[in-house]
């Protein structure tokens, strides 16, 4: 889980490859579709607030540890 937490933290773009965006102030802080697909849509924030609230539940149940570095 901590990893796919990760995974999703790591591809938000912050703000990205700037070179390859019309306007890179725009999608600061988006989630594009894959590390190759950087088109943006409005449902793929929700699926990562999803993934992420469910890692919090997991973690508030001690279902999960807290990683460490």
């Known amino acids: 889980m901590q990893s796919a937490l990760g ?7 912050r703000p990205g490859p700037v070179h390859l965006m019309h306007d ?7 989630w594009p579709g894959s590390p190759i697909d950087l ?12 993934s992420m609230l469910r890692y919090l ?10 990683p460490h570095p």
């Open 7 to 13: 995974f999703m933290l790591r591809h938000q773009l």
């Open 24 to 30: 890179p102030a725009r999608l600061h802080g988006a």
């Open 39 to 50: 088109s943006v849509r409005i449902d793929y924030p929700q699926h990562v607030a999803g």
């Open 57 to 66: 539940q997991l973690l508030a149940a001690g279902k999960l540890g807290v």
